[in-house]
């Protein structure tokens, strides 16, 4: 009996020395938002090492990479899901060790949910929020909130105060709100959620600032810029909290997420704020003024020329390129208006199929468009009428837009007039922004584009996936299966002899 007791003791002393170790140096800020905070862009080679002073605590189970939920690890990306990519916490973290003494550790507890409202992270609301999702369109999002058991906000707080045993809470970062754009009561539901942290968590809000990012800015293409005047009334609320510019940070094409230089500033923003309050001033790496619209650079002769390249499609004559205005719509202006840096499509590359072609639409950072998930192609409307317009849809048959009647293209080039587009589906050309309804052919140059400030940055497309591919873009087999001959890997040209 005397042993068991004595036993019991020694456990209970080595649980009170393990709470004891709580490391002053050890830094931690909590994480949380939709789909910018998640990171929505993929990382690139100077993203995929870090210094291991800068850790994540895996806030869910992860197989790729291995990591396990609770457990310390060095913070290369993803940090908040498998599946995830480049996000606002990255930068920050580098940034916060960088400039603070070497003894000094910094952790990130991140848990994000693309596409959430606030109110995914409100107890009181999220299971009423989860029930009102369609299974059927909001399939993924429900899927997002089972690898947080439904409640975001609680494993939050549970991962919380595990960092709580070994490090000590310094801040918290919030990007959020694109899924609440322009709502006025937005910043009382984000202090709800702070205040419960407080409560939760035992901590005093004047030694715990949060830190609010702004959406994509007007000026960069921001599908939701309204949403930043309502963040600029958090401090008000909130009394220690900062608002984080996203003034000159590049997206992707969709009005929603950053580039991975986008959230590089972004990160580094957050991190100087979060050193000022440390009592750090530093000095960060902004970008330089972006340029605003691409230019014409090299004119196509060939198809085979163009190879996967994207290049602008432009009417000599009239001085007007085609474009991808807002979400679909096919846009046809001059390169002024066309080749802005705000539109969704500037530009467009080949796909072939049995001798004819896919136009998939390009978006102004090099990626592919995609529509709700679904590739964005050039479409006529055969069964429409004009007010549609062609525009840029997934072929999905919506309004008739499907692969054999509207988005298939025959495109020939007749030497010293251009290229013509005959869509297969109405057996008509492409001539403006309506349908492919012109008996007539229209002669079109293909450009690939430049920078309109610089004249060097390239508008490049380069594929990365280990895929062959012919010179016209199409998958072209096992290497080893392959005639002699010129193709396509990751983006550069290579003979097989």
Known sequence: MKKAVLMCVM????????????????????????????????????????????QMLAC????????????????????????????????????????????????????????????????????????????????????????YDNDPYQRLVDMAKIAQESGVIKGILLHQGESNNGQSDWPKKVKQIYDQLMEDLSLNPEDVPLFVG??????????CYHHNAVIAKVP?????????????????????????????????????????????????????????????????????????????????????????IDNQNLGYAALSEALQKTNSVVAF????????YLLRGITPTGDEYNIWGSPGYLNSQPDRDDQWCCFILGLNNQYGQDFENGALWEIEYEEDKGFTLLNVGTGK??????????DDPTYFSFYSLKDATTGIKTL???RTDGIVYTLQ???????????????????KKIVKR
């Not at 050309?429 to 309804?437: R, W």
């Open 214 to 223: 702004e959406t994509v800015s007007q000026k960069a293409g921001g599908a």
């Open 60 to 147: 869910v189970d992860f197989s790729s990479p291995k990591r396990k939920m609770g457990e310390w690890y060095p913070a290369t990306p993803p940090i908040v899901r498998q599946g995830t990519g480049l996000g606002m916490a990255d930068y920050f973290g580098r940034t916060m060790v960088a400039n603070l003494p070497e003894e000094v550790k910094v952790g990130v507890v991140d848990v994000a949910i693309g596409g959430t409202k606030i109110e995914g992270f409100m107890q009181d609301k999220v299971a009423s929020y989860i029930a009102s999702m369609n299974p059927s369109t909001e399939g993924w999002l429900i899927n997002y909130f089972k690898a």
């Open 473 to 491: 873009g199409v998958k072209a087999g096992a290497w080893d299966a392959l005639p002699r001959g010129l193709y396509i890997l990751n983006g």
């Open 11 to 54: 456990l209970a002393a080595c649980l009170s020395s393990v709470k004891a170790e709580v490391d002053p140096n050890f830094y931690v800020y909590l994480c949380f938002g939709q789909s910018n905070m998640e990171g929505n862009a993929t990382p690139e080679a100077q993203d995929k090492t870090v210094d291991p002073r800068f």
């Open 429 to 438: 050309y492409l001539q403006d922004a309506t349908p492919a309804k012109y």
């Open 349 to 356: 590359r080949l796909e072939e199929v049995d001798g004819d």
């Open 236 to 324: 008000s609320v909130i009394p220690n909290s900062y608002v984080i510019s996203s003034a000159d940070c590049p997206q992707k094409g969709d009005g929603l997420h950053f580039t991975a230089a986008g959230y590089r500033t972004m990160g580094q923003r957050y991190a100087q704020a979060a050193l000022k309050v440390l009592g750090v001033e530093t000095e960060i790496q902004e970008p330089e003024e972006p340029a605003t619209e691409y230019a014409l650079d090299k004119k196509f002769t060939s198809l085979e020329e163009i190879g996967t390249t994207p290049f602008s499609i432009y009417n000599e004559t009239e001085q007007k390129a085609f474009y991808g």
């Open 460 to 462: 490049k497309h380069e």
